[in-house]
């Protein structure tokens, strides 16, 4: 069965360094998200990308974020300056279309920032 | 904007016992609802959808969910819960005019033998 998969599962990073999250979605689906969930707290939506452009992002997606789609298969989330907030489990998912269609979710990349 | 809340953080219920996992939502417009499932160490998996028709769905291992568009509710039931059953689950909406999901905060289902 194809699945979303997302690399890697844990990074480790300081302070003000850059970090890339990368994701594989599934490969006939033509719209990828990113989500992340603070410990504690709830999913949140971050950005949705489709036909090679941002389609909807959130206010959490600032000037410090930005996703790519480099190549055919792999959808990447960049934070340029990492800050203590920004620890959390960062979820891709992909879905054949848009909006009522089911997301399917990668296992997630927990991200820590000391 | 939307808006999605589950009551409960946590619900410890016996194996064969029946269980009810409350989702209440907020929007202006139409939205179509979802339950998501999270197992131990895993992503997301849908539980099931409702997008328009019958107010009462159904997944594929029992569980069942009711649209109650007065009560802005979509509660997740089981008759009889498994072991198997023990994991997150997250109600979430999104609009027709969009594709981002809003979550609530997720229960924590335990069943215990």
């Known amino acids: 069965e194809p699945e979303v998969t997302q690399t890697p599962s844990h990074q480790v990073t300081q302070m003000g360094q850059e970090v890339i999250l990368r994701c594989v979605p599934i490969?006939?689906?033509?719209?990828f998200y990113w989500y992340r969930q603070i410990l504690g707290q709830k999913v949140e939506f971050l950005v949705s990308?489709?036909?090679?452009?941002?389609?909807?992002k959130s206010e959490i997606f600032d000037d410090q974020f930005s996703v790519e789609r480099p190549d055919g298969s792999n959808f990447t989330l960049k934070i340029r300056s990492t800050k203590l907030e920004d620890s959390a489990m960062y979820f891709c998912?992909?879905?054949?279309?848009?909006?009522?269609?089911?997301?399917?979710f990668g296992p997630g990349t927990r991200l820590t920032v000391l | 904007a939307q808006s999605v809340t589950q009551l409960d953080s946590q619900v410890p219920v016996f194996e064969e016992a029946p269980v009810e996992l409350r989702c209440n939502y907020s929007s202006s417009v139409s939205v179509y609802l979802f339950w998501y499932v999270q197992y131990p160490n895993q992503g997301l998996q849908l539980l099931l959808k409702y997008l328009s028709g019958s107010t009462l769905v159904e997944s594929i291992n029992g569980f069942e969910a009711e649209f109650n568009k007065s009560q802005t509710s979509f509660h997740l039931r089981k008759p009889s819960v498994h072991i198997s059953d023990t994991a997150e689950y997250f109600c979430?909406?999104?609009?027709?005019?969009?594709?981002?999901?809003?979550f609530g905060g997720g229960t924590r289902l335990m069943v215990k033998p």
């Open positions: 979430a909406v999104s609009h027709n005019a969009g594709n981002m999901l809003t």
């Open positions: 490969s006939n689906h033509l719209y």
């Open positions: 990308f489709y036909n090679n452009e941002i389609s909807e």
């Open positions: 998912a992909s879905s054949l279309a848009g909006a009522y269609n089911e997301q399917f």
